[in-house]
């Protein structure tokens, strides 16, 4: 039998508004994505694999970014179960092809079964991931986390829009640079960000405007010099996200009368070699109640997998989820925008 979907009223409000302003008639209508990708060899845009289980532990964060996709922050209450946590091992387990657990929130740490999480899929062999706002790792009570990731070796991909603290801050929260800053000194202590030690901290630009990420390999050159020389810190890679036209920044884009302009820069920058690469072709993501959507954005404007009743994870099976139709709408040029954007950065040179 399915599990039943309980998502709070107010997450489905706010969705299904997002989800009317993206198909509005009068500024980009339902469906233009779709057939903008009809004639590309691409479509209908298919699951090709399933690589990745991305988990969404909940909303809580400590953070309340301006730009958030998630609309999370300390008054959240949206948390991951530790039953839902057992369904994720349990189909870790059950789909060895699966080679990499990524962990994200809000903030991942906070949700209480994260350590555990983190053990059993180190223990099982998968690379882990944890999303990494950094702040979280010197707040009072979460301080033991350097120690912990280094010790399972996470991966850590953590946010720092901008090398100068007052765009960082200007995105994420006054102070929080200068927290940023000392939390990736706790890491570097630990090895992450020395290529010898294989710990790998890498960091995540997103633009503080309106404007699309610049070039991602001079960007992350230009990034290292001057954390290096400023703060004597070191990382491995850059990723450059676009940020996506919902939650918080579709609110932003909408107040200050820039929605229809962003999605034209969008949509004329649209790259069509990017839906090669699109994160949702070998990925899957699951909500802090166990169930299932083509990626986290998805799951933010309330779009489960599939079209018919929302499916749980611990009713997936491996065989429905690769070659999956992938559910699209028009806030897809987001990730299809000039060189292309996802979790792990641009998807093309
Ligand atoms: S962007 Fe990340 S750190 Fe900022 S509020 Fe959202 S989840 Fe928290
Ligand atoms: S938002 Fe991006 S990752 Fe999600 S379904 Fe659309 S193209 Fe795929």
Redesign the pocket.
């Known amino acids: 039998m399915l599990k039943t979907l309980h998502r709070q009223g107010h997450s489905l409000a706010a969705s299904a508004e997002q989800l009317r302003v993206l198909g509005d008639p009068q500024r980009v209508p339902e469906g233009h994505f779709a057939e903008r990708i009809a004639s590309t060899q691409h479509a209908p845009l298919l699951a090709r694999s399933l690589d990745t289980l991305q988990i969404n532990l909940g909303r809580v ?1 400590n ?3 301006t730009h ?1 996709h ?1 609309d ?2 300390p008054d959240r209450r949206e948390a991951m179960s530790r039953s839902t946590a057992e369904e994720v091992i349990a189909f870790l387990k059950r789909v060895p092809s699966i080679r990499t657990l990524d962990i994200t ?3 991942p740490e906070m949700n209480p079964h994260f350590g555990w999480l983190v053990e059993q899929a180190a223990e099982s062999g998968r690379q882990v991931i944890d999303r990494c ?1 950094l702040t979280i790792l010197l707040a009072p009570g979460f301080t033991h986390l350097p120690e912990l990731l280094a010790r399972y070796r996470v991966t850590v991909i953590a ?1 720092l829009p901008c090398y100068l603290e007052q765009n960082c801050d200007a995105q ?1 929260g006054d102070g929080v640079f200068e927290k940023s800053i000392r939390a990736i000194r706790e890491l570097n202590r630990r090895g992450y960000g020395d290529p010898s030690t294989g710990l790998e901290l890498n960091l995540v630009y997103n633009p503080v405007g309106s404007g699309l990420p610049p070039n991602q390999a001079e960007l992350e050159d230009r990034y290292r010099q001057e954390l290096a020389s400023r703060y004597g810190i070191r990382f491995n890679r850059l990723f450059t996200i676009t940020n996506m036209p919902i939650s918080r920044f579709l609110d932003d884009l909408l107040r200050r009368e820039e929605y229809q302009a962003y999605m034209e820069k969008l949509m004329e920058a649209f790259n069509p070699s990017t839906l090669d690469s699109l994160m949702c072709r070998s990925l899957v993501s699951v909500d802090w109640q166990g169930f299932l959507y083509d990626c986290d954005f998805n799951q933010m404007l309330g779009l489960p997998l599939g079209d018919g009743e929302p499916l749980a994870l611990s009713q997936a099976t491996e065989a429905e989820l690769i070659g999956r139709r992938i559910r699209t709408a028009n806030h897809c040029y987001g990730c299809t925008a000039g060189c292309g954007s996802g979790c792990q950065g641009s998807l093309t040179e």
């Open positions: 964060c953070q309340t970014c958030c998630v999370a922050g929130g809000g903030a706002n946010s994420r």
